[in-house]
Structures are given as C-alpha cells and as structure tokens.
C-alpha cells in the first residue's frame, strides 16, 4: 500500500489534491488512511465531512490528557523526563474519525518557538507519523503537510513511497518547491513528484515545466470554478468537479505505474 506525502508552499492546492486522491483510491476500492498534518487543518471539509462531524474532530496535538497517559509529562514543557517512545498504535483507530470510506486523522501542531522542539507533544506526534508510514501497511495514507519535511525524519524517510509537491504557474510556488527538493534531499527522501494545479492552459503547464525543479511531472489539475463552489458550500471537491476527478485518475496510474511495488 502507497504512503504519500503531499507538500508545497501555502495556498498551492495541497488540501485540494490530497482530498481527491483520497476519494479516488477509495472508488478504486483501496482502504484509506488521510492524516492532516497542516497547522490550519481544513481537509475535513475538502473530503465533504459533514459539520458535525468536523465538530467532532481534536487534533492529536491538543489532547493534552493523551500526551501526558502516553509520553508521562504534561504537555507545554521542555526537558525533563518522558518517555521517547508512547505508545501509538491504538492511536488512529481510536481518534479518527470516517466519512464515505476515508479515515481522516488530524495531528495539529506544536505551539512552541524556534525549530527543534524536544518536548512531549512533539515526540508524540513524530512517533505516531512512524507508526503510521511504517506500520500501517493494509491500506493508503497520504499525509496532507506543511511546506517542509518537519513530521518526518530520516528514519521514516524511506518509508514514503512518494513525495508529491503541489505547484502552481508562479514563481514563488517554484522556488518553494526547489527550497522542499532540497529539505527532502537531506533527510534521504528518495522518490520526488511534482503535480501542478490551478492550471489554466499549455502555457502554463509549459511554464511549470520550464521554471520548476527538475523532478517527474505526475499530471496537472485544472484551475477549476467547481472547486471554489465546492469549499462555499461545504462539500467534497470530488463531487463537485468531474474533470478534477478524470485528471486526479491520471496522476494516481501515472503514480503506480513509478511505483509499481507500493
């Protein structure tokens, strides 16, 4: 089953693409695991989870009665002692919550300053994206992220059988892109894809192409009015836009025909 990491520079569209990917392998008969590890989380109502459901959601992060049972130490707190290793797998199953055949588990994020943050949150968090990239191995999990690599570290690096990064026609979501390349470089990412979005015309596919980092294409998506309906009222893109759908179905055979044993 494919582990897949979707990043990019704010704004590009990650949400959108990893809400159609999920909803295409779930079509395809595939059991999906959808994590939101952005700090705005928002891909509940991009897959189409009713409001109260949404309502329903805390991200892992905020659960400080959780961190405390799992890591020994209250969250907020850096140094002293916890343990480095909580337990996690019980973790998705548990705190996810399901719509149409997804599972959608929603991480949060670290409420400190500065990079590095050794505290008990944070060492929940990156263990429980372990255990999800390395552990869950009956069905997809595509991680909606940040534009960085800071949920993974090289010891799950190779586990991500695809690193797609979210582009559009721009010249900052470019350099973006390149800036996520080079992160991805040093913690042993092996596997790199670019997907362009909000694409109006061969122009600017051209532009990408010319402009972007020198990584495989998957595909592009479409710049698309259906998905701007769909955000205003609340539903899932994957209903609101076929041609959104047709193009996601082309970027996942191109994906599986890369990574055939994924």
């Known amino acids: 089953m ?6 990019g520079k704010g704004g590009v569209g990650k949400t959108t693409l990893t809400s159609l990917l999920a909803h295409t392998y779930v079509q395809q008969g595939r059991k999906v695991m959808v994590i939101d590890a952005d700090p705005s989380p928002n891909l509940a109502w991009a897959l189409g989870f009713p409001p109260e459901l949404v309502a329903q959601i805390t991200p892992i992060a905020e659960m400080e009665d ?3 049972e799992r890591t020994g130490a209250k969250p907020g707190g850096v140094g002293g002692w916890f343990k480095m290793n909580p337990k996690v797998d019980d973790i998705p199953d548990r705190l996810s919550a399901t719509h149409h055949g997804i599972r959608l588990l929603q991480l949060g994020t670290v409420k400190k300053g500065g990079a590095g943050c050794i505290c008990p949150e944070s060492v929940l968090l990156k263990t429980l994206v372990t255990h999800l990239l390395l552990d ?9 992220m940040e534009a960085g690599v800071e949920h ?11 690193f797609l990064i979210v582009v559009e026609p721009g010249r900052r ?3 973006t892109a390149e800036l996520i390349q080079s992160l991805a470089h040093d913690i042993g990412i092996p596997r790199l894809y670019l997907v362009g979005n909000a694409v109006r015309d061969e122009r600017d596919r051209e532009f990408i192409r010319q402009h972007g980092p020198d990584l495989p294409i998957l595909g592009f998506l ?5 998905a ?12 609101m836009s076929p041609q959104l759908v047709s193009e996601t179905q082309l970027i996942v055979a191109e994906l599986d025909k890369m990574n055939p044993s994924a």
Do not use: C, H, N, W
């Open 136 to 144: 869950r191995t009956s069905e997809e999990v595509i991680m909606d």
């Open 228 to 239: 701007i309906e769909a955000d205003m009222k609340g539903v899932a893109i994957f209903d």
């Open 222 to 226: 479409s710049y698309s009015p259906e």
């Open 66 to 68: 959780l961190i405390e």
């Open 152 to 162: 993974l570290g090289r010891a799950t690096a190779q586990a991500v059988d695809a």
């Open 2 to 7: 494919s582990k897949i990491a979707v990043t």
């Open 173 to 175: 979501s470019l350099q």
